[in-house]
């Protein structure tokens, strides 16, 4: 019905979509998600012939097309202001009455006769419709566009602002048109998705990244999972205050290397490298195989056995000082590939969140109230509250890795380090990653050393980046 191919939107030069692949077939009905200022409501709106298409083309929009959104709601408004301009009237004017606001364009007159019934407007009618309420306005709005008979019905958070029986009201109506009116909602809250919805478009920085079937239980359900993170306003969870670490000196970087060389008989990895990562200074260390990047990581925490042959300085030690390895790695969190395929164990979601408490593999060690509270406020950040008890062998790929991040961090460490998170992701589960990345970013308590192949995979918050060769 109606197809968008290598599509690029200006509105007014303040955003911008990019690259837009999308085709709506006969008998589909979307959701575009995404968090707050994706380009959610830029995309319906370019189905109602808003914004400057520079590029690429949009074919098959059908003649009707009904859009309702704050930003048409606004400019209603805006147009009823502009009128009360009593320099140049001399009178002060009263505004378009709610009626005739509803009679622009009405092709049924008996629907919206029931409508403004049910939706309890009939006191309203006579009314200034710049008066009204935020909800009666949407309700004026909600009512102009279903009396439209519309080809294509696009509405833009059409649940917000109504009361509970109003809102009832318009699930049901809308459930009602599924058959045979083509639509696309714009939600911030997935969870409000309509059970008649068959497909779900999710918008990031202005791109549509993925196209993903309801029907289709585990890519709704990722897809579902990456916008919990992306959207939901809960904290990372505190530390445990009857685990404290020895405290660091403030002065001293968490990390020197000075003329830092790894050298094998017919191999140089790297060679003489100066580095320096301060408190709350997050990097991104990316480069090609074989470049160096897990031996790098190696030298930090003390696995690789050329650390005692450089200048390295860690959390204030020297190394080679005679610090053991433990005293180290306590002040560090580490994700890997290599720790995944370690943790086979069968225990549920919320013990591997508490053996970071005691860094082991499995739980062996029985756990406070304390801790089991902490690991279920993680659990409730990564969307997971309800499978607390759930097999970690049983999680998907993706999901491991989130509980194994939250592992890591549950004990607020002053360096998290992540090697190739996102390694062996698809790209939804990719995004589940870098969204929780990017949150643990601006927890403020823990400085982030992120490894991956790809500048591209960058992360809100990392301002640093190491690239080697």
Known sequence: MLNLSDLYVDFDGRFQLSNINWSIESGQ????AGANGSGKSALAAVLAGEGDRTSGTLSGVPDRVALVSFERQAELIAAELRKDDADILD??????????????GCL????AQTLVTTLGLEPLMGRAFRKLSTGETRKVMLIRALTSRPELLVLDEPFDGLDHDSLQWLQGHLASLADTVPMVLVLNRIDECPEFVTHVAYVDDGQLLHQVERSDERAYGELHHLLHLKTSELEVPAADPAIELPPLDAGEPLVQLTGATVKYTNNTVFENLDWTIEANEHWQVSGPNGSGKTCLLSLITGDHPQCYVNDIKVFGFQRGSGESIWQIKQYIGYVSTALQWEYRVGTGIRNVIISGFYDSIGLYTKSTDTQKAIADQ??????MSERADEPFNKLSFGEQRLVLIARAMVKHP???????PCLGLDDINRQLVLALIERICRSGDTTVLYVNHRLEDRIQGIDHHLALR
Do not use: F, N, R, Y
Request: glycine share 6%; net charge negative.
């Open 29 to 32: 009905q979307w959701l575009i």
């Open 91 to 104: 009178v002060i004017s009263e505004g378009t009455p709610v009626t005739e606001i509803i009679a622009e």
């Open 108 to 111: 049924d007159d008996e629907l």
């Open 378 to 383: 993680w659990l409730a950040v990564l969307g």
């Open 414 to 420: 002053p360096l998290l380090i992540l090697d190739e």
